[in-house]
């Protein structure tokens, strides 16, 4: 009989967690699309993403704001004086014990005790120091006097070593002895270091079996040991700097009284002396302040301090200001400590959520270095964009596009019975299936074909068409909020041409004080700028040259536009602005329509404002060239577009 095996199941720390689902880009990717297109560049846009962070991640700016909050509740809650109340506190009860005790004794000894606990400096550290050598009446008086120089030996320690102070809850003499030579061993290794000794290795190793309980860390050579001593050494003399004067020269003093062994404090003191000299890149100098009413000691200083310098390169790290910063910089084991599990987890998705934009392809290198959409993501941005159209449009009624009986057609995806006269091929499988159903359900033998049964493959006669689609990039698109409308006007339309009729050929045309020809990710990249003129006469010129090389293709003309022409092209190539209008260019802007009719293209305007003169001028193009002028609001420009688009294409 074989015994089941055993598994065991634990989080994945391997890795990327293999079973956890793929990182769906399209919303961070509309969100930097809208960036794009309303004028940041691409890089810009990705930053600004992460600094916002997504619909389930917090983003960088609000781990900020936690890191500060966190940095401000250390200092606004505490204060550094915490061993010196504790001190002055076990002083007191033990000073009050001991003249208890001494009270009912009638000897000249006890009067003389008395005499000499009166005769106390007032200050802790001199206290503290005076009574070495008394000999103690009661025993809470000298426990407490004990305690005193014991708490003192283990915040000594704490404050330089992590963990030392729980680890020496309950000190020995043997302990004392263990510690100082430790330290003193410490010493003699940094020392070793300092002086480039050939044998340093060895001697670390031997150091580490010796005394490696007293270093969690777990420091692989000397020069982690140095970093990690250094770090909490230098976060120690910070606590010290932010004391007043009169709490630090109280310390000091009281140093002495560590364990009741002025070795430790000597020991100590040349500890700091070789860390400043071998790591003087520390921060040794600087201080804080701390102003709340929860006292902490030595030891639980020198961590706020060491809490307050991680939180500080966090908040440089989250800032990502530096050349060449990357989310991967970010210490997530510093941030979960610092903010808890929750920030690591958005940490990482951000970390992930720029990985994944970057190695999918999103984004590419102009001609120029600069960084820009790639294709991929313009479909993306494109699918988007048409879906929001096709949401706009839908309710609408339409024209079905018009069917056609020749073999040139398109299937659509669908049959219908064969009648006299239909050149469309078979739908074999359903013409089979026609003939087997019929002869089952008369009770026939053997599957004879009747010409009731064939369907024929449905098809749809699309023409080819030539599209230019003119749209205005004068300062008022911006100025006006119709600069992000516009360009997802112009996304949906080549995303709909280059995926439901790809022999269409769609040009796209800007103007401004210039008009020219642009690919899409130009114009999805193209920031706003101050220009004076809006030169639809050129615009025209470049849609009839575009509508000249498809003479084979059905003419569509589509502009966009908020303002009437105020500049034409000359004929040596400088463009002429003027406003109010000169004559001249709305008399070549026109006689451009009148070409255009002449092509067969009808002009549809997409009039954005309710500028009279510039109604007036639009509706009179649409009355030269036989079309119409269509004034949608911001929200509805790219189901007009679309929706016109189609509607002239079926026509």
Do not use: C
Request: aromatic share 6%.
């Amino acid at each position: 009989m074989t015994t089941p095996e055993s598994y065991s199941y634990g989080p994945w720390h391997d890795g990327p967690d293999p079973l956890a689902p793929p990182i769906d880009l399209r919303d961070a990717l509309d969100e930097i699309g809208q960036d794009v297109m309303g004028g940041s560049s691409p890089r810009s846009a990705l930053e600004e993403l992460l600094r916002r962070g997504t619909r389930n991640t917090a983003g960088l700016d609000e781990l900020t704001r936690r890191v500060w909050q966190r940095r401000s509740q250390i200092q606004r809650r505490n204060n550094l004086d915490g061993t010196l109340q504790e001190v002055q506190r076990l002083l007191n009860e033990a000073l009050d014990a001991e003249r208890r005790a001494l009270f009912p004794d009638p000897s000249d000894d006890a009067r003389l005790a008395e005499a000499e606990l009166d005769a106390l400096p007032p200050g802790t550290a001199a206290a503290v120091r005076e009574l070495t050598d008394y000999q103690w009446r009661s025993e809470q008086g000298r426990e407490n006097y004990e305690k005193i120089q014991d708490l003192l030996g283990r915040e000594m320690l704490e404050s330089r070593f992590q963990g030392m102070k729980e680890a020496l809850r309950n000190t020995s003499q043997e302990d004392v002895e263990r510690v100082n030579q430790m330290l003193s061993d410490l010493n003699e290794l940094l020392d070793a270091h300092a002086r480039h000794s050939p044998d340093v290795d060895e001697r670390f190793e031997e150091f580490m079996r010796q005394h490696g309980e007293f270093f969690p860390e777990n420091p692989q050579n000397v020069d982690e040991l140095i970093d990690a001593l250094a770090e909490r050494a230098a976060a120690a003399q910070r606590m010290m700097n932010s004391m007043s004067e009169e709490q630090r020269n109280e310390l000091m003093s009281l140093a002495q009284q560590a364990f009741g062994d002025p070795r430790i404090a000597q020991q100590l003191s040349q500890l700091d002396a070789q860390l400043r000299a071998l790591r003087p890149g520390e921060d040794w100098t600087s201080s804080a302040r701390f102003r709340g009413r929860n006292p902490l000691g030595m030891g639980e200083g020198a961590q706020a301090m060491q809490d307050l310098a991680e939180l500080d390169a966090l908040a440089e790290q989250l800032a990502q200001s530096y050349p060449g910063a990357r989310l991967e910089d970010i210490d997530l084991e510093a941030l979960e400590r610092q903010l808890g599990p929750d920030a690591g987890v958005d940490a990482r998705r951000l970390s992930e959520l720029e990985r994944e934009l970057r190695r999918q392809g999103l984004f590419e290198r102009a001609p120029d270095g600069s960084l820009r959409l790639s294709p991929k993501a313009l479909r993306r941005l494109g699918e988007t964009a048409l879906a929001d159209v096709v949401n706009a449009l839908r309710g609408k009624t339409g024209q079905r596009e018009q069917e056609s009986a020749g073999a040139a057609g398109e299937p659509t995806g669908a049959s219908r019975p064969w009648q006299f006269g239909d050149m469309q091929p078979w739908d074999t499988s359903r013409t089979v299936r026609n003939a087997v159903l019929r002869t089952a359900s008369v009770g026939g033998g053997r599957v004879r074909l009747d010409v009731s049964d064939v369907e024929v493959v449905e098809t749809e006669h699309r023409s080819r068409a030539a599209v230019a689609l003119l749209v205005d990039t004068s300062w008022s698109m911006v100025q006006e909020g119709r600069w992000l409308p516009m360009k997802r006007t112009a996304l949906a339309l080549h995303q709909l041409i280059s995926t439901r009729f790809r022999n269409d050929a769609l040009q796209l045309i800007t103007f401004g004080r210039y008009a020219a020809a642009v690919e899409l990710a130009e114009l999805v990249g193209l920031e706003g700028a101050w220009e004076q003129g809006t030169n639809a006469h050129h615009a025209l010129l470049l849609a009839g040259r575009h509508l000249r090389r498809h003479p084979d293709a059905q003419p569509v003309v589509l502009m966009v536009t908020d303002g009437e022409p105020t500049a034409h092209l000359e004929p040596d190539g400088e463009a002429v602005f003027d406003y109010p209008p000169q004559p001249q260019t709305l008399y070549r802007t026109v006689s451009e329509v009148d070409r255009l009719a002449k092509l067969g293209a009808s002009l549809t305007v997409f009039r954005l404002g309710d500028d009279p003169r510039l109604e007036a001028f639009v509706d009179l193009l649409a009355r030269r060239s036989g079309g119409r002028v269509v004034a949608p609001d911001l929200d509805g420009l790219g189901a007009a577009v679309v929706g016109d688009y189609l509607r002239t294409r079926r026509r």
